[in-house]
Nanobody, 128 residues
Framework: QVQLVESGGGLVQPGGSLRLSCVAS????????IGWFRQAPGKEREGISC????????YYADSAKGRFAISRDNTKNMVYLQKNSLKPEDTAVYYC?????????????????????WGQGTLVTVSS
């Protein structure tokens, strides 16, 4: 069974840090483009950061640049999102996704409706 499972969400104070993890099962993650997405209450889902295999090129949404970092550990079949300098507007359900066909990191983060594998999401709340 092809599956992604996120973890690491929770409550964090503004300015704090959090690392989200996503483990893949049923398929080999290093052959896929991977990404992190989020959906805040009342808002559309947005691509935060995506990474393409091979040259490991990355894409970051403007809201994530300089604060978030995506990485992968192929030996563990896992993807991570390190989040620093968190703001209340970062509050959302965060999802990881994997796709074998995305040609670029930016296209993966933008063309979310075509992605093949999604996790169930993990809630991040940034509040004092």
């Amino acid at each position: 069974q092809v599956q992604l499972v996120e973890s690491g969400g929770g409550l964090v104070q503004p300015g704090g840090s959090l690392r989200l993890s996503c483990v893949a099962s049923g398929f080999t993650l290093d052959r896929y483009a991977i990404g992190w997405f989020r959906q805040a209450p009342g808002k559309e889902r947005e691509g935060i950061s995506c990474l393409i295999g091979g040259d490991n090129s990355t894409y970051y949404a403007d809201s994530a640049k300089g604060r978030f970092a995506i990485s992968r550990d192929n030996t563990k079949n896992m993807v991570y999102l390190q989040k620093n300098s968190l703001k209340p507007e970062d509050t959302a359900v965060y999802y990881c996704a994997a796709d074998p066909y995305s040609p670029t990191a930016q296209s993966m983060c933008i063309m979310t409706q075509y992605l093949e594998v999604w996790g169930q999401g993990t809630l991040v709340t940034v509040s004092s």
